[in-house]
Nanobody, 120 residues
Framework: QVRLEESGGGLVQAGGSLRLSCAAS????????MAWYRQAPGKERELVAA???????HYADSVKGRFTISRDNVNTTVSLQMDSLKAEDTAVYYC??????????????WGQGTQVTVSS
């Protein structure tokens, strides 16, 4: 079973930066997209940023110009550089991989989540 492991969360002051990283426990061959989601207390999980195999990148309006997603296809890693952090960015951040798996079809993989707390 493939596992996604996130790192890089923590406590930072408003205006600061954090970099989240996510690595798969084994190579995932046919990735459709890699993404970061977040869930704040009392709110639904929301898409923060996504990057497809072909290259197009999507950002939530609330993070455009502040967050940058990047990926390494060979090592199945995805990172999220978060700059100019705001208190409203406080949430648990989840790594997600959408892949085509032989014998299973379209498959979702999720990380366990990493806490990001921005103090104002």
């Amino acid at each position: 079973q493939v596992r996604l492991e996130e790192s890089g969360g923590g406590l930072v002051q408003a205006g600061g930066s954090l970099r989240l990283s996510c690595a798969a426990s084994e190579t995932i061959k046919r990735i459709v997209a890699m993404a970061w989601y977040r869930q704040a207390p009392g709110k639904e999980r929301e898409l923060v940023a996504a990057i497809t195999t072909s290259g197009p990148v999507h950002y939530a309006d609330s993070v455009k110009g502040r967050f940058t997603i990047s990926r390494d296809n060979v090592n199945t890693t995805v990172s999220l550089q978060m700059d100019s952090l705001k208190a409203e960015d406080t949430a648990v951040y989840y790594c997600h991989v959408d892949a085509l798996v032989a014998g299973k079809g379209r498959t979702d993989y999720w990380g366990q989540g990493t806490q990001v707390t921005v103090s104002s």
